[in-house]
């Protein structure tokens, strides 16, 4: 268990780059990272994750993996190609990995949280590197 709740602020502030294509999720975690006293930015398709992260270079990418221009698998194998483990890497979809056929481990994915994301799984995707699940 974590030791602040939702209201607190994060224990370390990260630059955080959010992408998801659909308007009202992205501007939610937008919010809700904000309040956990992250610095946010967004972007709305794959080809402009890219270019943002590769541009602004933030601590962490919540990425949705099914995006427009370019899917979130392929975003994270550009990412950490260029960035290697200077990046966190969090897996942000409503489909389960397993049911993708995918090894968690085989992928380039920090963290996995499955959508709807329970609070305490983001915090703790975002405080380390280690993979999880919410």
């Keep these: 268990m974590l030791r602040h709740d939702a209201d607190s602020p994060a224990t370390t502030?990260?630059?955080?780059?959010?992408?998801?294509?659909?308007a009202d999720g992205r501007e939610?975690?937008?919010?809700?990272?904000?309040?956990?006293g992250h610095s946010v930015d967004v972007a709305d398709n794959g080809l402009e994750a890219v270019r943002k992260a590769l541009r602004q270079r933030p601590d962490v990418v919540v990425l949705d993996i099914g995006?427009?221009?370019?899917d979130g698998c392929a975003v994270a194998e550009r990412?950490?190609?260029?960035?290697?483990?200077a990046i966190v890497l969090v897996a942000y979809t409503a489909y389960d990995p397993c049911d993708m056929g995918l090894r968690i481990e085989e992928t380039p994915f920090d963290c996995w949280l499955v959508k709807p994301v329970a609070l305490e799984a983001l915090k703790h995707c975002l405080e380390q590197t280690e993979v999880c699940t919410s």
Excluded at 13 to 22: W, Y
Excluded at 28 to 36: E, F, Q, S
Excluded at 67 to 70: A, G, I, T, V
């Design 13 to 22: 502030p990260r630059r955080v780059l959010v992408v998801e294509d659909q």
């Design 28 to 36: 939610a975690l937008r919010l809700l990272l904000r309040a956990l």
């Design 67 to 70: 995006l427009p221009k370019l």
């Design 79 to 85: 990412l950490r190609n260029a960035l290697g483990a």
